[in-house]
């Protein structure tokens, strides 16, 4: 069964940086598409940032492009994102949280299912 551990996130001052990690365990070829959704208090859920841990190019969502960076990390056994969040600002206030499915055939990540998901995770950016 596919599991997801989260870390990271915390409070912070605008203009300020956060880290997220995920790490995936359970599917045998250890290759996913893997990413953030953010749940703001009366907003519909907004996918953020994903990748395929193959590699290729990662999307974002407008609002954070030039902003937030995922990237793979490969020091560890286990397939890990990390989405690197700079210049927060007030309007990234929010839970984030971790999505994987596995890797498909034709590359297309984000997908539409989510086999996956972590806890979620605070990120609360002041004034």
């Known amino acids: 069964q596919l599991r997801l551990v989260e870390s990271g996130g915390g409070s912070v001052e605008a203009g300020g940086s956060l880290t997220l990690s995920c790490s995936a365990y359970?599917?045998?070829?250890?290759?996913?598409?893997m990413g953030w959704f953010r749940q703001v208090p009366g907003k519909e859920r907004e996918g953020v940032a994903f990748?395929?841990?193959?590699?290729?190019?990662?999307?974002?969502v407008d609002s954070v492009k030039g902003r937030f960076t995922i990237a793979k990390d490969d020091s560890r056994s286990a397939a890990t994102v990390l989405l690197q969040m700079n210049n927060l600002s007030p309007e990234d206030t929010g839970i984030y949280y971790c999505?994987?499915?596995?890797?498909?055939?034709?590359?297309?990540?984000?997908?539409?299912?989510?086999?996956?998901w972590g806890k979620g995770t605070q990120v609360t950016v002041s004034h």
């Open positions: 999505a994987a499915e596995p890797a498909r055939v034709d590359s297309t990540c984000p997908g539409q299912d989510w086999p996956a």
């Open positions: 359970g599917y045998t070829l250890n290759i996913y598409c």
């Open positions: 990748m395929d841990t193959r590699g290729g190019t990662p999307y974002y």
